[in-house]
């Protein structure tokens, strides 16, 4: 049987200051792994900013680049995928693919060739070589061009299948509100649809493409992908040249959609032949016969989501109808004014288009200075619960997004926790509780917490704890690959934007804390608040009223990890909610909220602590970041 391999780097944060962050890079590879391993491939690597052991930086990508030649012994029939999502570049005359470490003024030192790239495909030995590169290829200050001739003429000679995001000149753009590069997204939309890879070949996919990324990105720049399949017949055999035993084709492995409690569609039997025809009528301008299939569609599925397509589809048919403007296939969801690969706020505003979400009814609760509860407020807030079947389950509560400031005012707190500074931050859902040792458990395997003292930490209720940062990473991209969404740890701003909610007290219930509200050692006490019961013991989630957002036990129980590297204070912070993971000490990484066994102060929003990554005596819980309609 045909060996299928594939490698894929998604850089979103850069070193140097002179490369600007991106937002969806990780993300894209994230996905076109997913989508690797659903076509059961032998092997896939994935390098991002959030895999502890393959992060994009220099020298791990060139051992894993390495590894394609040296490491991996593969024949005519078999195939290798290369995917890169991130800033490329181009210096006396060579193309470069930049880590997160690559100096734009010495790119022949600090960065990746993409003539290496291409020699280890070929050394590899697979007969069915695919690059796939979502960089722009513009003029980019500070170093010379994007991706030039040189990989153009490389890949026709080596008869390499490759699919550039952009036409030389041009840039590639983000779709902030999917959480995706507006190519990666299309690409993944097209090889899960009718261009299934084991279906179609590079010029039907090209085709698609052409059609659907301008579309994507006409509101801020010419943007029109490029394949290069050479000699003739690489053009038409399939991208995957043997028969696959692919389950029925899913669409895109990208975040939660805001109709939540919907997981992605399952396009199967008469749904999956309606909308291909569909989508053929779509292109051929045909609308009459696209609606009337729209409709069946509407008639036909049992997913919501494909009925909420089959109705925008509806929609746009009826703009179509009245304009005179031609167009080939529908512009899909706008996406939020961008610049070519910045990551820009998102309006957390949801449209009057989005379906109508569930929402549970909660008490929060209000203390004055000695602790004592003067207010119980009642409060709703929109959540869905992802099923994983076998019984265990779990609950994502949608925090809206907004401004704060976060850290310590003057006055107030530790030297770490300042400069206090504004932060945007946009909407995102995350668990109502810390994972579960349940949860961690069936999606692991194991269940860490074993290793503590009996009943006083194992429950299958109570928070998993004895997990590692890089354990927790792990557990985000099981849990990812299971559910089709892209589920990740918190950044620290957005952990105490979701703890704080709203408020600007140390604690979320207000200027003190007491051992009725929250588990942790009562022995002490903070400001003009009491001394309490000291519990001993982790307890179980959900035993505690939940701040003003839903969410429970953000002050003690368990220490809960971010993504962010460990810096001394705020200085030189982000402020769009992005982790930073720029500087600092990469192998310390932040931790927030407090545990069972600390004090009051160490459970307060603002209070940061740092663990080494394979540290195992904390405890997380996930992020999802929506999509807008």
Known sequence: MAKKFALTIGVNHYQYEELRSLQCAANDAIAMSAFFQRLAFDEVLVYSDDTPDYHP??????????????????????????FFSGHGGRQQGRDFLLPSNGDPEDLAYSAIAIDDVIRSLRQCGAGNLVLILDACRNVVPEYDKGLGSQTVELVKQEGIITLFSCSPGEKSYELPDRQQGAFTYALLRGMQGEYAPNRCNARQLEDYLLQTVPSLTQ????????????????????????PQSVAS????????PESVGATPAKLTGTVVKLIRQANRAMRSEDWGKAKALWQQIIME??????????????????QQQTSSIPTSLPILDPPAPSHDLVSLPIDPTPTESETATPTFSFTTVRVNDSGEIVEQIEKTAEFFTEDL??????????????SFMMGSPDGEGWGSEKPQHQVLVSSFYMGKYVVTQSLYEAVMGTNPATQYDGERFVNPNKPVI???????????????????????LPSEAEWEYACRAG??????????ITTAIANYNGNYSYSKGSTGEYRAKITPVGSFSPNAFGLFDMHGNVWEWCVDYLHENYKGAPNDGSAWIQGGKSHRRIRRGGSWYVGPDGCRSVYRYSDLVDTDNNGFRVLLVPTHS
């Not at 265990?392 to 907004?402: L, N």
Request: glycine content about 8%; proline content about 9%.
């Open 57 to 82: 930086e220099l020298t791990s990508l060139r051992r894993g680049i390495r590894r394609i030649s040296t490491g991996v012994r593969l024949g005519p029939e078999d195939s290798f995928w290369f």
């Open 249 to 256: 084709p899913t669409p895109l492995p990208t975040l939660a």
């Open 301 to 318: 599925a049992n997913d919501p989501e494909d009925r909420k397509l089959a109705l925008e589809e509806i929609a746009y048919i009826a």
């Open 466 to 488: 004895g997990v590692s940062w890089s354990d927790a990473v792990t557990f985000c991209h099981k849990l990812s690959q299971l559910t089709n969404k892209i589920y990740r």
């Open 389 to 402: 079947g076998n019984g265990v389950s779990f609950d994502m509560v949608k925090i809206p997004g907004g």
């Open 503 to 512: 408020t600007k007290t140390p604690f979320h219930c207000g200027p003190t």
């Open 219 to 242: 509101q801020y720049g010419r943007q029109r992908p490029y394949v290069i399949a050479e000699p003739l017949h690489k053009g038409m055999q399939l991208l995957l040249p043997t």
